[in-house]
């Protein structure tokens, strides 16, 4: 291990202990209600929320390719961990799902089944950079459990929630964490694969969605015709789009 990836470790594990000790002296976070009331509310062809609803197609499709194509053993991979990439790849066809049914239905309930593939999707891709640049080892060992832990966040959100004081602490640490150290991963340690690219433009993607989802209504103000949160689904089906073709076209460094 050279010095940089020793850099790199101490900066997650400092990064990470911070982020967990500010967590947990904060008080519990409660789903805000009005997270559900979105911009474009439009029915079309009596469809309620219809863009909200429909952009999730984009998601469905790089779904359904990306795991079709490593069916077909058409994307360069870690063979050996196979696994995880067909997880991430149809978690994020369910979560194309799970969307379409919470955009029909926008409450609490409802999207449980939104965020539940979206952690397992979070979960397995920080578990397949680790695998590409840090260790494989470490990362078969902790995948399932770090699976786990995104669908434990979400079940316990909703419980706390029904309990009268919802939390969404955990679910903030699982979504939120891995962003974080995904830039510290991609610039610290050498991948197994090149170009890299494709997870760089995937973080871009998702720090654009974010802040679409954020000004929401704003966008929606602005442009008329399509919301912030429509925007979020197609920009984040971009990043996953351009990260797929990465993995079409990238090469293994140590057998060029």
């Known amino acids: 291990m050279d010095v940089r ?8 594990f400092v990064i990470c202990l911070i ?6 002296l904060i008080s519990p976070i409660a789903q805000d209600p009005g997270y559900h009331l979105f911009a ?21 499709i790089i779904g359904l390719m990306g795991t079709k194509q490593l069916f077909q053993g058409r994307l360069q991979i870690i063979e050996e ?43 397995s891709l920080i578990s397949i950079i680790m695998a590409e640049f840090v260790c494989t080892k470490v990362a078969k060992i902790l995948f399932w459990p770090l699976v786990l832990l995104g669908a434990v966040s979400v079940i316990y959100w909703i419980w706390t929630e029904k309990m009268g004081q919802g939390d969404l602490r955990l679910y903030g640490l699982v979504q939120f964490v891995p962003m974080i150290i995904m830039p510290i991963i ?11 690219s494709g997870y760089w433009w995937l973080l871009l993607c998702y720090l654009i969605a974010k802040l679409l ?20 689904h197609l920009v984040a089906a971009l990043g996953l789009w351009i990260l797929l073709k990465n993995y079409q076209r990238r090469c293994d460094r140590f057998q060029q």
């Open 40 to 60: 474009d509310r439009r029915t079309i062809f009596s469809v309620p929320n219809f863009c909200d609803v429909i952009s999730n197609i984009l998601l469905l």
């Open 5 to 12: 990836e020793k850099i790199g470790l101490i900066t997650i």
């Open 81 to 123: 961990f196979k696994h995880a990439y067909i997880i991430f790849f149809v978690s994020v066809g369910f979560v194309a799902f799970g969307s379409v049914y919470y955009h029909l239905w926008p409450n609490n309930q409802t999207l449980v089944w939104d965020r539940l593939p979206m952690t397992i999707a979070f979960m």
């Open 186 to 196: 991609l610039l610290c340690f050498k991948s197994k694969f090149s170009p890299i």
């Open 213 to 232: 989802e954020h000004f929401d209504g704003q966008v929606f103000s602005v442009l008329g015709i399509i919301s912030g949160h429509t925007l979020k």
């Open 19 to 24: 982020v967990f000790i500010a967590v947990g």
